[in-house]
């Protein structure tokens, strides 16, 4: 089966070449780069190539050490998140109460695991997803693993926000970059490998803006789309009112923010997607634009907004991401970027 990794061949090369002994092995990795464009399936792989028993070509894919890993089941290959296991008499089990960071506890049982020789692997790889998690306490108990690796340890931290993470953790390790997938390259591969009908297969591909796992999720359960679809209306509808259906809009959208960051930047993702397709129907590019079903809506705005509008949009939707992560409160965050979003004149 060998790699089969879509559209990251550069960060692929890198990890081949070390597994072949081409190139340095690095004892820690960073797979820094947009959230289901393959950085968590090639930490897979790239722990299979180490660990492979088959003769000729790693991973073979049907050695029991790749078929374990594969099913998430190796003994010497750990998914290290929020949730899970701890030592502490007391805590036991983060999975059943709702954390959502890693905690220093898990790092501390983690210091243990790594301490011992693997079981039966070459290579004993940690994979931490998503190393921002890890709060600054845990992150910097996990320095001394990065500082001080056991041999025979790999430790790969999977980073879409990699300026989260302390300077000293990211110093420290290998950095690869990971991109999002050409839209050709999702198109064709949810056509050919996922058996996609070739209209489904392009729509998808043009929604995905990088994200082949989105696309492959959303042809699996097409509530991925329905959830998308009444965003997109959600951000048609805050645009359409005034400023107390924006300040409504920021306050529900902030509230989201403590309980699931992860929902709120999707959005906050389909809000630049959405201006994106309004500033290339602005600028006559409408062959480019990602949601072609709501060309007519893009258009009567386009006209509205204009290239300028669009702009200003944008701008603003970037420098609320930036401040969401660094707010204290996230509804004043949300609040100044719709605050900044043009207005179009009522009656005009
Ligand atoms: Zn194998
Ligand atoms: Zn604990």
Not at 226 to 240: K, N, T
């Amino acid at each position: 089966m060998s790699w089969d990794i879509i559209g990251q061949e550069r960060a692929v090369a890198v990890l081949r070449r070390a597994v072949a002994g081409e190139g340095k092995l690095s004892h820690a990795y960073l797979f820094a780069g947009p959230e289901r464009v393959g950085r968590a399936t090639t930490a897979r792989r790239f722990a299979q190539a180490l660990n492979c028993n088959a003769e000729g070509e790693h991973p073979c894919g049907e050695c029991r050490s790749c078929r374990l890993i594969a099913e998430d089941k190796h003994p010497d290959v750990e998914l290290f998140g929020v949730g899970g296991i701890c030592e502490e008499s007391d805590h036991r089990d983060h999975s059943a109460d709702g954390s959502r960071e890693i905690r220093i506890c898990q790092v501390r049982r983690l210091e243990r695991v790594v301490s011992r020789t693997p079981f039966e692997a070459r290579y004993r790889v940690i994979i931490v997803d998503p190393a921002e998690s890890l709060t600054r306490e845990a992150a910097n108990a996990f320095l001394k693993t990065l500082e001080e690796p056991p041999p025979q340890v790999i430790l790969l931290l999977i980073a879409a926000r990699e300026e989260a993470l302390p300077a000293t953790v990211r110093s420290r390790c290998r950095r690869l970059a990971f991109s999002g997938v050409p839209r050709e390259a999702i198109e064709a591969a949810l056509h050919e490998r996922w058996n996609a009908e070739p209209e489904q297969a392009a729509r998808l591909a043009r929604l995905a803006q990088g994200r082949l796992g989105w696309a492959v999720a959303a042809l699996e359960d097409e509530k991925l789309l329905i959830d998308r679809e009444r965003i997109v209306d959600d951000i048609e509808s805050a645009l359409a009112g005034g400023l107390t259906e924006r300040f409504a809009y920021a306050a529900s959208l902030g509230a989201r923010f403590s309980r699931d960051p992860q929902a709120v930047r999707a959005t906050l993702e389909l809000w630049r997607d959405w201006w994106r397709d309004l500033l290339l129907t602005a600028a006559g590019q409408e062959e480019l634009v990602a949601d072609t079903e709501r060309l007519d809506t893009l258009r009567l705005q386009a006209a509205q907004y204009g290239v300028g509008g669009a702009v200003q949009a944008l701008t603003a939707i970037a420098a609320g991401r930036r401040h969401l992560e660094e707010h204290a409160s996230p509804t004043l965050a949300l609040e100044a970027m719709l605050l900044e979003l043009p207005v179009v004149a009522s009656g005009s």
